[in-house]
């Protein structure tokens, strides 16, 4: 089983998440409020792949403008792009 991440390791990978765009951090900010506490190291392995990536680049996997292509196309990196993408749920 894959382990989660302990808070000082969340911290860096949060602070390596950091980006020049602001719409890319507003995403990046939702997804480790709804998943940080369960985040695991596969998927911050994977959140890494993605951070390699220009912020342009990065944005339009975001927003479903384009699917991941060479190295970038494994189970993990499309695993974690389905949860950074799920939209926020609705308030009642």
Known sequence: MDSV???RALGRLK???RRG???NDLLIARFFDRHG???TRAQASAME???ALSDNDLLDLLL???EPEGDLARPDV???LGLLRTPAAPHP
């Open 37 to 39: 506490a369960t985040l």
């Open 49 to 51: 792949l993605l951070m």
């Open 21 to 23: 765009m602001l719409e």
């Open 5 to 7: 991440l302990d808070p």
């Open 78 to 80: 499309l695993a974690l």
């Open 64 to 66: 479903s403008r384009r």
């Open 15 to 17: 602070w390596r998440c």
